[in-house]
């Protein structure tokens, strides 16, 4: 019976007692089972990749390695059924017999894994730069980065595949990457160069004539102006400009000085002023502006009406407000910015003033009334509009095709529709048909349509004085 029992056992399918292999006991199971057994058990195992930051688990695949179940499963069958597999039970003094696996190593995969996995490993390197401080310029030195080495890792990792099959552990080789600017001191020098510096910025309205100036210091732009290295430009750094604390600034400051609605141009100021402050210039002269604004339209206001409220003229607002077709109380419309009509960079210290009540233009020159002339605007059916606007262009002698008139010494201020090259204007006495004059006795009495007429003496006064950009208030 004992050795029918062994020739059983020894004749039959299933793996003989004590049989093993990747620590998992096969005996009893037939090489099938044995085989998918197996398979679990390699899928089961994990391999971790560790540096000094980092502790990733892959598994075995992952790496390239792939095990070959059936023929470990059918090295498992034979095992304790060859003369050698005996003796290795006896030589080893062992009561199981542990079976190796049989896999197969891919270094492909093993790499492609590694290449996916650099980027958390990955620490970009950190260039010098320079920190303002209060008035003082300092370095912060350079921080090395740090990056995968897959070549290194994978030497190790094929040198020797089923010891850290068997260990469960493949150090992750890395090598440091240099910051690209390490030196800075040059642009710490040229910073505290400049530090000593402060800059005026006188903001001009030319709508209302008011000038404001806040002297910038050091205190003030080193919190948004600081000095970068940049090695692309011939000096080797660069200036940048913290957009958000900037704005803040100068939102701030106009509001105090100038009252809301009213604005600078962020980056032509921050332009101006950061050129100045490269330079040292002592003054920086930008411009205000305003915001457009909402009206709601009361009982009895027709858009010519608002416009004339508002100083600016009414086709400018139906361009504003397209597709209106007419006023209802309660109804909300957009007032366009009075800038449109001063599309030029405004003159200080030059301005002229036009009442129509009174039939009057003063011209003054850095504050002082310099001429008190009389005048004469557009009649009700085409009156002058009244606003703020400028000089935009001369014309030794305009002609106006509507009216057959020669306007000698013409300055153009508006126009009276924004999508038309016709515009009101300044000039002197003028002439149909080149031989008739008109108006020399009606100075100082609405009679133009729409332009303001001076004496010719005293337009070509103006004329010569006047240059394009110069402010024109025209008052009601």
Not at 84 to 92: G, K, L, T
Not at 199 to 214: E, F, G, H
Not at 417 to 441: E, I, K, Y
Request: net charge negative; hydrophobic share 40%; proline share 7%.
């Amino acid at each position: 019976m004992i050795g029918g029992g062994a020739v059983y056992l020894y004749t039959g399918e299933l793996i003989l007692p004590g049989v093993h292999s990747l620590g998992t006991l096969l005996g009893g199971q037939t090489a099938d089972q044995a085989a998918a057994t197996l398979q679990t058990t390699w899928n089961s195992q994990t391999i971790t990749l560790v540096n000094e930051s980092l502790s990733v688990e892959v598994s075995p695949a992952d790496l390239g390695m792939t095990l070959d179940a059936a023929a470990t499963a059918d090295a498992a069958y034979w095992a304790g059924r060859t003369l050698d597999s005996v003796s290795a039970i006896r030589e080893q003094g062992l009561d199981i017999l542990t079976v190796a696996p049989v896999w197969s190593f891919d270094p492909a995969v093993a790499e492609a894994t590694l290449v996916s996995l650099a980027p958390q490993l990955a620490v970009a390197p950190t260039d010098a730069r320079v920190v303002i401080t209060g008035i003082q310029a300092e370095a912060v030195p350079a921080v090395d980065g740090r990056e995968l080495d897959v070549a290194a890792t994978m030497a190790a990792l094929q040198a020797d595949p089923a010891g850290i099959l068997k260990t469960g552990r493949l150090p992750l080789v890395t090598r440091s990457v240099p910051a690209a600017v390490q030196d800075v001191s040059g642009a710490v020098a040229e910073a505290n160069r400049l530090l000593g510096t402060s800059v005026s910025l006188r903001a001009y309205d030319p709508l209302t004539d008011q000038t404001a100036v806040q002297v910038v210091d050091p205190q003030i732009w080193g919190r948004w102006l600081s000095l970068s290295v940049d090695p692309t430009v011939p000096e080797g750094y660069r200036w940048t400009v913290d957009g958000r604390a900037a704005e803040d600034f100068l939102v701030s400051w106009t509001q105090q000085q100038f009252g809301d609605g009213r604005y600078l141009e962020q980056e032509e100021t921050l332009a101006a002023l950061s050129e100045a402050i490269q330079t040292q210039q002592p003054e920086v002269a930008v411009r205000v502006y305003h915001q457009p604004t909402q009206h709601v339209v009361t009982a009895g206001e027709t858009l010519s009406s608002i416009g004339r409220a508002y100083g600016i003229p009414y086709p400018w607002i139906e361009q504003a407000n397209p597709g209106i077709s007419g006023l209802v109380e309660g109804q909300t419309i957009l007032i366009p910015s009075p800038d449109v009509m001063l599309p030029l960079p405004p003159v200080e210290g030059k301005r002229i003033e036009v009442s129509i009540t009174e039939q009057r233009a003063r011209v003054y020159e850095n504050g002082q009334l310099k001429w008190d002339w009389p005048a004469s605007t557009g009649i009700d059916s085409s009156p002058t509009a009244p606003g703020v606007f400028q000089i935009q262009s001369h014309e030794p002698n305009a002609y106006a095709g509507n009216w057959d008139l020669w306007m000698p010494s013409f300055m153009g201020i508006y126009r009276p529709v924004p999508t038309s090259d016709f515009m009101n204007g300044f000039h002197g006495f003028p002439t149909r048909g080149n031989a008739q004059l008109l108006w020399t006795g009606d100075l100082g009495h609405p009679v133009t349509y729409g332009c303001i007429l001076l004496s010719s003496e005293n337009a070509q006064t103006l004329f010569d004085w006047a240059d394009a950009g110069v402010v024109v208030e025209v008052t009601p």
